[in-house]
Nanobody, 121 residues
Framework: VQLQASGGGLVQAGDSLRISCAASGRTFSGYVMGWFRQAPGKEREFVCAIGRSSFSTLYADSVKGRFTVSRDVAKNTVNLQMDSLKPEDTAVYFC???????????????WGQGTQVTVSS
């Protein structure tokens, strides 16, 4: 499955932003979808994941209550709604597809190219 993330940009602290990940090549409903982020000089970290059924979601403590992940099956996309953004949310955000519901980036086989999110204070 090929993935392409979009929707990043520059926002101010407290603003909202929605980024999306479009899947092509194979139906993505059979995959667990994850979002990860990487800030300059830091390792890639888990943000959230959504299971195949969309009823299962998992969030990092740092974004819980502020970020919401969802699937749009008709559009073959997975969306990440980010509210109450903080400067520490600044990073390149990557979407990934895998077969295991996990926080570990190593279990996700397919990755998108990333979209930059910058939150100014």
């Amino acid at each position: 499955v090929q993935l392409q993330a979009s929707g990043g940009g520059l926002v101010q602290a407290g603003d909202s932003l929605r980024i999306s990940c479009a899947a092509s090549g194979r139906t993505f409903s059979g995959y667990v979808m994850g979002w990860f982020r990487q800030a300059p000089g830091k390792e890639r970290e888990f943000v959230c994941a959504i299971g195949r059924s969309s009823f299962s979601t998992l969030y990092a403590d740092s974004v819980k209550g502020r970020f919401t992940v969802s699937r749009d099956v008709a559009k073959n996309t997975v969306n990440l709604q980010m509210d109450s953004l903080k400067p520490e949310d600044t990073a390149v955000y990557f979407c990934a597809a895998g077969t295991v519901y996990s926080r570990s980036p190593g279990v996700y086989a397919s990755w998108g190219q990333g979209t930059q999110v910058t939150v100014s204070s």
